[in-house]
């Protein structure tokens, strides 16, 4: 068999995050660690910059056929109401609610007016397309500012045209424009009609609203969706059903890049509901089709059942081998020996020797699992050399180029319609089963929904990837941090460069804060697919990077929080794209402050801190715990400060905190993915545990709303949230752990 | 074979009596308002009511249904369409991220209530504890677990 390729994977977090935090720096010496062989090979790591967005401004496509008045590609105003299109895919990250928001804040809509629709996947219309990088917010606010006062500005001629006065006489308020002087009013949708037959002004010359005037930004809004939600309507990839449509499932090999060698299809066949059974040629990238058997049923069930009776046997030549427990191994040896640096700024080694005093830990954390609730599926249905996708999908724009690739059709023949998604977490970035569904579609020449189960979910995933850190810092007499060394041992798939989220830069805290950093990273060579994972990168460096600042303020025996406060120093912007010490100092004392930081705690009851910018998210969390004697941990509330400029909807923003703080707390504590010859060892929720209600800890939420611009918050607040439950912890016991999942270290979650 | 859901009796034709409820309800009754998420019991997102009680319907075969009442998330709402407490506790409360463990969650919310009106803190947690959501609603779910309860407990005592 050929090898399987990883073309892709990465590149997908580039176009996403552009040169953000988590992406590598070019031409990074990187020392790539075969595991089985333990082969040394000295490489450059071939990365690239990242690729910068660019979002075209909405296309004019003013209707006077129809009547409709629809000056751009994001308001329609007919007789029948106001409808809004979001043009981005929901994965709960609340954009099919916000960015509407957005639109109706400038065209001075009332919101119980707006009817909000999903757009349809037209890139060249919409400019990208996609749910990843906490970017729909940035992105899309001026363009959509601009969408809702272009419209408003054409209603407001309509009315002027109408009445014969000047435009400036009037003004708006909850969908109507109103003449002052003489009390006449108009609703929008009186005035459709003749506001389309207008010419559509240059929306770079309408004016914009003073912020002071926001009255639907900022407010409490609950989702769009959400009566359909609770009414059990079909929203979601999994609820599509198309004319005449058949059900798919396909069987991977356990270990990836097997190939079926043979298999009982004829024996399938022969079982009732089934339609077909047959191999699926993978396309050797491990991003898009890989190899399997894939049975098409009448029903889900019937699918399941010949799942469960399908006797494959795989060829395994080159297929994955990777071991956890060799991994650990390998690097519990490589942490003793210097790896290439990534940074080297001031002098370590000089800072070290004169230091008063030092420490050092070996911080660990495993793979793991995106767990998205809502395992993966895809309708799709070809014929006539045309594909019509329904998926749900983070990344429509790739979905259908790689779709059009593996069915061997231009991209202009695929049609795709955005199903909103049961979770993402940055799983959906990849497309791997919306080619197997357009696959199986094209050989069995009918509609199909192809169903994976949670089994596959968890052996197929594209894993965040494991990794160590060997930390050692010091301290001068006056207990400020002189010298910071962090020996990364990381993953990489291509044998190129770490995998995404892997791979560490200058920037990662403390990076440009303190004089003397080096930072060495050396990668081992792993052949499950790694990528992006809620906050990529951030969500495994803050545990290390928030805990080992603790552990120096610790041998300096001062207060965690006054070492941080002195890191930060004075206000300043790092960098075009770094933090700014100002806003992390101010999230950080407001958090403390909240939090009543300092104040004296019962015994074996502890409060930790920890900040991490991420995602243009400046994010401070303290976490309150009590730690019994048989380490069981409470976690009784977590105060959360944060600085993401002015908040779009505010219910939804509080939503994204909650339930980031949730999920790091799950995280930290249980979950891990463990692979041995190649697979996963974890083959279901019974031995992947997600946080459950009882244990979910008061949240208390702080927005500083300044007045940057805005930036998104399905990410930054993840981060911080391991490591200030993991001081608090040490505060609480005197314990330092530094595994994650921290059940590895005995703690559980009471 | 006949089964009683949301109210009506619903001819399901020689189906294989160890199908599971929920393939049945998505499959064969285009009731998909139950989800998939683990098919072991663990999520509780496929989650309904038989005679009342909370049932994780991925491993319920349709043929224990018997005579017992069938309701899915798509039956809660009366005739006319009004939602009950704890669908509109949820809107109100604005609880989803997703929204896929969210029918489940208001089934398991559903069954709780039914069974103990005015439930502690501790019971709601207890209760819920069989539905996983991945998006980190707990906080929200539990507000609005005890929004609902208020909710009944004021009608009835209006009533009274
Ligand atoms: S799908 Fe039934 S409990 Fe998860
Ligand atoms: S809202 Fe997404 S799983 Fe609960």
Redesign the interface.
Same mark, same amino acid.
């Given at each position: 068999m050929t090898s399987l390729n990883y073309d892709g994977i990465a590149e997908i977090v580039d176009t996403i995050t552009s040169s953000r935090e988590e992406l590598n720096n070019a031409s990074t010496p990187l020392r790539i660690v075969k595991l089985d062989r333990r082969q040394f090979l000295k490489m450059t790591g071939a990365v690239g910059g990242g690729l910068m967005l660019s979002f075209s401004a909405p296309k004019a496509i003013a209707n006077k056929d129809t009547g409709a008045f629809q000056p751009n590609g994001y308001v329609k105003i007919d007789s029948s109401g106001i409808v809004l299109y979001a043009k981005n895919p929901e994965i709960g990250q609340g954009v099919k609610t916000s960015l509407p928001m957005i639109v109706a804040e400038e065209l001075d809509a009332a919101w119980e007016d707006v009817t909000v629709e999903q757009s349809r996947i037209d890139q060249a219309a919409y400019g990208m397309q996609f749910a990843g990088g906490s970017t729909a917010i940035p992105m899309n606010w001026t363009a959509l500012r601009r969408a809702g006062a272009t419209a408003r500005s054409m209603l407001v001629k309509a009315a002027a045209n109408r009445w014969n006065v000047s435009v400036d006489a009037l003004t708006t308020e909850s969908s109507e424009v109103i003449h002052g002087s003489s009390g006449r009013r108009a609703t929008y949708l009186e005035l459709a009609n003749e506001a389309a037959a207008l010419d559509v002004p240059n929306g770079d010359s309408v004016p914009l609203k003073d912020p002071s005037d926001f009255h639907i930004l900022g407010r409490r809004v609950t989702g769009v969706d959400n009566e359909a939600l609770v009414r059990g309507e079909p929203l979601f990839g999994i609820d599509q059903t198309v004319p005449g449509m058949k059900y798919a499932v396909c069987q991977k090999c356990a270990a990836i890049g097997g190939t079926v060698k043979s298999a009982n299809l004829e024996d399938i066949k022969k079982m009732s509901g089934i339609v077909d059974a047959f191999v699926l040629e993978g396309n050797d990238n491990a991003g898009e089709l890989l190899p399997g058997v894939a049975v098409v049923a009448d029903s889900t069930w019937a699918a399941l059942e010949a799942k469960r009776a399908l006797n494959i046997e795989w060829e395994e030549t080159g297929a994955s081998t990777d071991s956890w427990s060799d991994a650990i191994n390998e690097a519990e040896r490589l942490r003793h020996e210097p790896g290439p640096r990534v940074v080297d700024i001031g002098n370590v080694d000089t800072a070290f020797a004169n230091s008063v005093k030092q420490a050092s830990g070996f911080y660990r954390y495993a793979f793991a699992s995106h767990a998205q609730l809502e395992p993966q599926n895809c309708t799709a249905s070809f014929s006539d050399g045309k594909l019509e996708l329904w998926a749900p999908t983070q990344t429509p724009g790739a979905a259908i180029m790689s779709a059009a690739r593996i069915v061997g059709i231009q991209p202009t023949n695929v049609t795709l319609h955005q199903k909103r998604c049961g979770g993402g977490f940055g799983r959906r970035l990849y497309n791997d089963f919306v080619c197997e569904a357009a696959a199986i579609a094209k050989h069995v020449g009918v509609p199909v929904k192809l169903q994976w189960t949670r089994e596959d979910d968890m052996a197929y995933d594209l894993y965040r990837a494991g990794g160590f850190h060997q930390m050692h810092g010091s301290v001068d007499e006056n207990g400020k941090i002189t010298g910071w060394r962090n020996r990364f041992i990381t993953f990489t798939n291509d044998g190129n460069r770490p995998v995404s989220g892997g791979g560490i830069s200058p920037g990662v805290f403390p990076g440009g804060l303190l004089e003397n950093i080096r930072v060495e990273q050396t990668a081992l060579e792993w052949k499950n697919r790694c990528a992006a994972w809620r906050a990529p990168g951030s969500n495994v460096f803050a545990f290390v990077v928030g805990s080992f600042l603790h552990e120096l303020a610790h041998i300096a025996g001062r207060d965690h929080l006054e070492v941080l406060l002195e890191v930060l120093g004075e206000p300043r912007q790092l960098g075009p794209r770094g933090m700014h010490t100002g806003r992390a100092a101010g999230v950080v004392e407001l958090a403390a402050e909240k939090a009543g930081w300092g104040r004296e705690l019962e015994e074996g009851r502890g409060m930790g801190v920890a900040f991490y910018y991420s995602h243009a998210g400046h994010i401070a969390e303290v976490a309150d715990v009590s730690v019994s004697e048989d380490k069981k941990v409470k976690v009784h509330k977590v105060t959360v400060a944060a600085d993401v400029g002015p908040i779009v909807n505010l219910s939804g923003a509080e939503n994204q905190v909650q339930g980031s703080v949730v999920d790091g707390i799950s995280t930290m504590f249980d979950l891990a993915v463990s692979f041995e010859n190649g697979r996963v060892q974890q083959t279901n929720f019974d031995k992947y545990s997600m946080m459950r209600m009882p244990s979910a800890p008061e949240i208390d939420v702080h927005f500083v709303r300044s007045d940057y611009p805005p930036t998104g918050l399905g990410e930054p607040a993840f981060p911080p949230l391991a490591p200030a439950v993991y001081n608090a912890i040490f505060a609480a016991t005197g314990q330092r752990a530094r595994t994650m999942p921290i059940s590895e270290e005995g703690f559980t979650l009471a | 074979m006949n089964i009683k859901i949301n109210g009506e009796s619903r001819d399901l034709g020689d189906l294989?009596l160890r199908?599971?409820l929920l393939?049945v309800l %998505?499959? +064969?009754l285009? *009731?998909?308002?139950?989800?998939?998420?683990?098919? #072991?019991s !663990?999520?509780g $997102?496929c989650t309904i009511l038989v005679n009342s009680v909370a049932v994780k319907s991925c491993s319920y075969p349709v043929g224990s249904v018997g005579d017992a009442d069938v309701t899915?998330? +798509?039956g809660? $709402?009366d005739s006319d369409g009004e *939602?009950t407490a704890v !669908?509109k506790a949820?809107?109100?409360?604005?609880?989803?991220?997703?929204?896929?463990?969210?029918?489940g969650q208001?089934m398991a919310a559903e069954a709780l209530l039914r069974a103990i009106p005015n439930p502690s803190d501790d019971q709601?947690?207890?209760a819920? $504890?069989?539905? #996983?959501?991945?998006?980190?609603?707990? #906080? %929200?779910?539990?507000d609005a677990v005890k929004s609902a309860a208020n909710e009944l407990a004021t009608d009835v005592g209006g009533g009274a």
């Open positions: - | 294989d199908t599971p393939w %998505r499959d +064969e285009n *009731l998909v308002g139950a989800k998939y998420g683990c098919g #072991i !663990q999520c $997102a899915t998330i +798509e809660l $709402a *939602l !669908q949820w809107i109100d409360l604005d609880v989803a991220q997703c929204g896929y463990c969210q029918s208001v709601i947690d207890q819920m $504890a069989s539905n #996983i959501c991945r998006c980190g609603t707990y #906080i %929200r779910i539990r």
